[in-house]
């Protein structure tokens, strides 16, 4: 299977991948068993952008599995350097037998899918270019049904860079497929990424002041300005804290509202240092879910029929 949008999937295996995620999670059932196949298998780890909480996470799923990681670590070693493409690199993983490859890379996921066609094996993307990053998308809603939400009852309100944001991207795709509204409050550039042309889009909710957006959500994700992908002028910091900002104020304790944020993070640009000890900010549950969440879909890719 070629994991590279949520388009891929359908909403039932959305649904048990979840499942499966919150069970592994709260430590239950023994639901991920490595299988007995693990030391014969291979996962190969291509980030050819720079990660810290993707990476090392799959990395970390791949080992509580029991599977062989060929990590690439830093991009500046590998052939890319010298001019090789990633469709040639993972022709090579193909004849080295790798059975599973997980990508990061500033492209397009058509140019994925393009490179991806050479590999037998199994591929999931880790982040592709401002188009994609399906597995944070269901870590974070994972997260959230871990709290009790009702997620097709749910209101998410984005804070921040959304132009530039692949999380927000695949959000749009599992929103679709889940039924939670989505709403926006970002600088007027990031409107533009609210309206890519389908049905759902009407749907969005963009708002201009944070008061009535945070009335309106039961859960906000906060996203930082993404300055290496900005291609013109962008909003100033001192602006960014005055009109995005998260604060300690804006957390009610009365209301059940929680505050998640893919990382990486710059407290005091994106929210007060406080945020992060409140107990409705679940920045550590999503890491700790994400593990879950891509140990739950590397053992699906690999073990289960159905998902291949």
């Not at 693990?38 to 799923?61: C, K, N, Q, Y």
Request: glycine share 6%; charged share 25%; with cysteine.
């Amino acid at each position: 299977m070629k994991l590279l949008t949520l388009d891929d999937v359908s909403k039932q295996q959305v649904e048990s991948w979840i499942k499966i995620s919150i069970q592994d999670y709260k430590e239950v059932d023994g639901t991920l068993l490595s299988a007995p196949r693990a030391s014969d298998l291979f996962v190969f780890l291509g980030f050819f952008e720079p990660s810290t909480r993707t990476r090392l996470s799959f990395e970390m799923a791949s080992k509580k599995l029991k599977l062989n990681v060929l990590n690439l670590g830093d991009a500046k070693n590998s052939s890319i350097v010298k001019g090789e493409t990633l469709k040639e690199s993972l022709r090579t993983l193909n004849s080295m037998g790798a059975d599973l490859a997980v990508l990061r890379a500033n492209m397009s996921v058509d140019e994925m899918r393009d490179a991806a066609d050479v590999f037998d094996g199994h591929v999931i993307n880790g982040g592709s270019g401002v188009e994609a990053h399906p597995t944070q998308a269901l870590l974070d809603i994972a997260t959230l049904i871990n709290e009790g939400f009702q997620i097709h009852k749910s209101k998410i309100l984005f804070i921040g860079d959304i132009q530039h944001s692949r999380v927000w991207a695949s959000h749009k795709r599992l929103s679709a497929l889940l039924g939670y509204e989505l709403g926006v409050l970002t600088p007027a550039k990031g409107i533009e990424a609210t309206r890519s042309g389908d049905s759902h889009d009407k749907a969005i909710q963009n708002f201009s002041y944070k008061s009535e957006a945070l009335e309106w959500a039961d859960s906000c994700i906060l996203l930082r300005p993404q300055r290496e992908r900005h291609s013109g002028a962008f909003i100033s910091d001192d602006e960014y804290k005055q009109k995005f900002r998260f604060n300690s104020s804006d957390l009610l304790d009365s209301k059940n509202f929680y505050v998640l944020h893919p990382g990486p993070y710059q407290v005091g640009l994106e929210f007060e240092s406080a945020v992060l000890e409140n107990k409705n900010c679940l920045i550590s549950n999503q890491v700790k879910m994400g593990v879950s969440m891509r140990k739950t879909l590397i053992q699906e890719l690999l073990y289960n029929k159905e998902s291949q």
